[in-house]
């Protein structure tokens, strides 16, 4: 239970999962640090620079952080990671005196930051194919239902439901993609020491060993290296998978946005879940205010930011390295990450229980569809032989009349006043308009578009699955 007496950031308890927050923990963090001080104590055994025994005395300790003690001993040292190795060094009495041998801080730190981004991302990409799959099951369950597009925030054309479900599907199988690259390509530092030149571990093993220690070294890590590094990895590595993240959330935040679109009574054609005991308003008892695409949006507007910061650690990381991405990072991953979690986890809920309003659908196309057929009849009108420019006023004219007989809350007469219109009935008979006017005949290739981009989702799923 998280101390309620003392400030909290809201992902420490409200937002995130427990998976994800474990990952970028403090003590997950210390537990990395260690076991990248015992591979590299490994390492430097086939060398003969550690003995077994050593070894397998780090190995005995290297679950049994003490953060207390680190904590006491950093207070009077004011560095966190030569804290954390003094107290491993306390507790391996055999081992800790060649702990962080040709070491320094950031072949330790920048490393554990690579293996938790991979994990991180693992994470990510777990829960965006849930996603996914949830999403193409609502694309081919509503691939033919037809329901009125928007455009300019005003009625259109007919359209699919699957096929609106399918354009934002669309969207984060390419964030799926993009983050697979990433992730396919992250690497850590290596063990090149302070500037990055590997100077001490050649000093200890010869400038001809160090390749084969630092490929020992990134097998009993599973981790890649950097063949080029300071006294960091490169920054810009932080800034693409940010830049990543980012970009999902741009996909899910439109996602959402639309939703609280949809959920307005005045169009009411979608709405997330409501649970049976849900309060929407302290003042308005009557409230369904559409909480989860809020927080999205609201989570997904700060996610937004992160890449700016991501980039300037980047840029003003000076020659070989500075410090001053250092505070920030302390945040900026761990939330970037828990921020990208608890939208994916609170889309997914949102997407397996979406409420669809068919009366509300039906309402709307009825009302505004028939003006997107005006089209049709004016191309079977021309090739009957009509003049295009007098039926098209003619239309004009049927149309400008049933947007009133609309706004004053009427039915809409449109098909009724061209299935009737003596002119036109000349060209087409009375069936074939109205037949002309009839909105299923007017998705196009929106159907059959849907379920092909859910199955091209189901396809990139189970490529990654087999790879």
Not at 39 to 56: F, H, K, N, T
Not at 64 to 83: G, T, W
Not at 104 to 128: C, K, P, V
Not at 385 to 397: N, P, V, W
Request: glycine share 6%; net charge negative; proline share 4%.
């Amino acid at each position: 239970m998280p101390e309620f007496d003392r400030y909290l950031s809201p992902f420490s308890w409200r937002y995130g999962s427990d998976e994800m927050r474990a990952l970028w923990s403090e003590l997950e963090k210390r537990r990395l640090w260690r076991k990248i001080w015992v591979c590299l104590a490994r390492a430097e055994q086939d060398y003969g620079l550690v003995s077994a025994e050593q070894v397998a005395d780090l190995e005995a300790h290297a679950l049994q952080v003490d953060m207390p003690r680190a904590l006491a001993i950093e207070a009077e040292i004011h560095h966190d990671l030569m804290a954390e190795l003094r107290t491993f060094a306390e507790q391996a009495p055999l081992g800790g005196g060649i702990l962080h041998l040709g070491a320094t801080s950031m072949d330790i730190e920048d490393n554990a930051d690579a293996l938790r981004l991979r994990a991180g991302l693992q994470i990510i990409l777990e829960r965006l194919g849930e996603l996914l799959l949830a999403l193409a099951d609502k694309v081919e369950q509503y691939a033919d239902l037809p329901l009125i597009a928007f455009t300019h925030l005003q009625p259109a054309e007919p359209s699919t439901l699957g096929y609106r479900l399918a354009m934002y599907t669309q969207d984060l199988a390419a964030d799926f993609v993009d983050l697979l690259r990433v992730w396919d390509k992250l690497k850590g530092k290596g063990f090149k020491g302070a500037v990055g030149t590997a100077a001490s571990y050649a000093e200890l093993i010869g400038v001809d060993q160090v390749d084969a220690f630092e490929a020992r070294l990134s097998d009993l890590l599973g981790l890649p290296f950097f063949a080029v590094a300071t006294q960091t990895y490169p920054r810009r590595q932080d800034y693409q998978v940010i830049s990543a993240l980012a970009g999902m959330g741009s996909s899910l935040s439109k996602f959402a946005f639309d939703l609280r679109l949809m959920q307005s009574p005045v169009i009411g054609e979608w709405s997330e879940p409501f649970a049976a005991k849900q309060v929407g308003s302290s003042a308005m008892p009557f409230k369904r205010n559409p909480i989860n695409a809020e927080k999205m949006n609201s989570l997904a507007r700060s996610l937004s930011q992160m890449p700016a910061v991501a980039w300037n650690n980047a840029a003003q990381s000076l020659l070989e390295r500075t410090l001053d991405d250092s505070a920030n990072r302390r945040s900026l991953l761990p939330e970037a990450f828990l921020i990208s979690d608890e939208l994916l986890r609170t889309a997914l809920r949102v997407v397996n229980g979406l409420k669809i309003n068919m009366p509300a659908m039906e309402r709307n196309l009825t009302t505004y569809a028939p003006f997107a057929s005006t089209e049709r009849v004016l191309m079977a009108l021309v090739k009957a032989g009509a003049d295009r420019q007098e039926m098209h006023e003619r239309l004009r004219d049927h149309a400008m009349r049933a947007w009133q007989a609309v706004q004053a809350g009427q039915p809409n007469p449109l098909a009724a006043q061209i299935s009737a219109d003596e002119e036109m009935l000349r060209y087409l008979s009375g069936v074939q308009l109205a037949d002309l006017m009839q909105v299923a005949h007017y998705s196009g290739i929106a159907p059959e578009r849907a379920r092909a981009l859910a199955a091209s989702v189901r396809e990139l799923l189970s490529a990654k699955d087999a790879a």
